[in-house]
C-alpha cells in the first residue's frame, strides 16, 4: 500500500524558515518525480514545486526561498521553507508523480506564517 | 504561465443525473513527447484531493466508469455519467505540459 506522511509543518513568524518531510513507503521511491501542493485556507490547490531526474521546479512564487530535495536512501522529499510570508499560510501535501502529478497523496501539513 | 480556466465554479446536481465540467487552457496542452497532459482531480470536504484522470481521458485505479475524460488541445471535459452522493467535493483540471504547473479554480460540485 502506497502512503505518503507529511511532517515539520508549525506556526512561524514572518522571516523564520520551517523544513517540511514526506516519508513515503509502498512504492520504488526512487523511480518516482515527487510534487509539493498547497492549498491556502479556502482556497484552490497551487503547485508548489517537483523533483525528477530533469530536475527541480519550482512556483514563481516561492523560487528564490523554497528548495526542494529527497533522500532516496530514507524514501523521503523534504521542501526547506526559508523567508516565510503570511502568504505562504497553507496545508502543504506532498504528492507522488506516475504519468503526471498526483497519482498519490499525503494527507498535508498545516503552516501558519503569523506574527 | 498557462492560465485554466473551469466552468462552472458551482455545479448543483440531482442524484442520478449526469454533469459535465468544463476545463480550457490559454496554450495548447500537447507535449512534445506527443501526449497531452491533462488532469482532473476530486477533493471531497475535508480530505486530499484525488486524482481521477490522467492525460485526458485515462482513469486512475479504483476511479468509477462513471468518470470519463475528453478533449484536446485546449478544450477538456470531466463528465459524471451519473452523479452520486459521494460525488459531492471541488474538481481541479491541472496542466502538466508546462512549467510552471496549473490548476483550474476548481468547480463545487453540490446536490440539490
Known amino acids: 500500500e502506497v502512503q505518503l506522511l507529511e511532517s515539520g509543518g508549525g506556526l512561524v513568524q514572518p522571516g523564520e524558515s520551517l523544513r517540511l518531510s514526506c516519508a513515503t513507503s509502498g512504492f520504488t521511491f526512487s523511480d518516482y518525480a515527487m510534487t509539493w501542493v498547497r492549498q491556502a485556507p479556502g482556497k484552490g490547490l497551487e503547485w508548489v514545486s517537483s523533483i525528477a531526474y530533469i530536475g527541480t521546479f519550482y512556483a514563481d512564487s516561492v523560487r528564490g526561498r523554497f528548495t526542494i530535495s529527497r533522500d532516496d536512501s530514507k524514501n523521503t522529499v523534504y521542501l526547506q521553507m526559508n523567508s516565510l510570508r503570511v502568504e505562504d499560510t497553507a496545508v502543504y501535501y506532498c504528492?507522488?508523480?506516475?504519468?503526471?502529478?498526483?497519482?498519490?497523496w499525503g494527507q498535508g501539513t498545516q503552516v501558519t506564517v503569523s506574527s | 504561465d498557462v492560465v485554466m480556466t473551469q466552468s462552472p465554479l458551482s455545479l448543483p446536481v440531482t442524484l442520478g443525473q449526469p454533469a459535465s465540467i468544463s476545463c480550457r487552457s490559454s496554450q495548447s496542452l500537447v507535449h512534445s513527447d506527443g501526449k497531452t497532459h491533462l488532469n482532473w482531480f476530486q477533493q471531497r470536504p475535508g480530505q486530499s484531493p484525488r486524482r481521477l484522470i490522467y492525460?485526458?481521458?485515462n482513469r486512475d485505479s479504483g476511479v468509477p466508469d462513471r468518470f470519463s475524460g475528453s478533449g484536446s488541445d485546449t478544450d477538456f471535459t470531466l463528465k459524471i455519467s451519473s452523479v452520486e452522493a459521494e460525488d459531492v467535493g471541488v474538481y481541479y483540471c491541472?496542466?502538466?505540459?508546462?512549467?510552471?504547473?496549473?490548476f483550474g479554480r476548481g468547480t463545487k460540485v453540490e446536490i440539490k
Open positions: 491541472m496542466q502538466g505540459t508546462h512549467w510552471p504547473r496549473t
Open positions: 492525460q485526458v481521458s
Open positions: 504528492a507522488k508523480n506516475f504519468k503526471d502529478v498526483g497519482e498519490y
